[in-house]
């Protein structure tokens, strides 16, 4: 696996997350990291995100592994939709 470095912003939300939630985006990080043919160009310029079922990341790509910019969760809680992303903020319920 290769190395994976959390920006200031996507640390913030993961800590604000849920145990179950950090856990799920742990396991997005993990696929990513192993899966360097889904990376964009090396060098820091190109960004990708990638998907999981609840939750998503965005990242840039170096040489060494990958370092991510953002994560974002999203779950149905109690029939409303609630998500975080950049910095843990709330997205609207709807």
Do not use: K
Not at 11 to 29: F, G, I, K, Y
Not at 30 to 55: I, L
């Amino acid at each position: 696996m290769r190395n994976v470095r959390l920006d200031w912003l996507a640390t913030e939300v993961m800590n604000e997350l849920t145990t179950r939630a950090r856990r799920a985006v742990q396991d997005l990080l993990t696929e990513t990291a192993r899966r360097p043919d889904r990376w964009p160009a090396p060098g820091g310029e190109e960004v990708a995100e990638e998907f999981g079922t609840s939750c998503w990341i965005v990242f840039v790509a170096y040489r060494d592994g990958i370092e991510v910019r953002d994560v974002g969760w999203l779950s149905c809680d109690g029939g409303v939709l609630r998500g975080h992303q950049g910095g843990g903020h709330p997205l609207p319920a709807g």
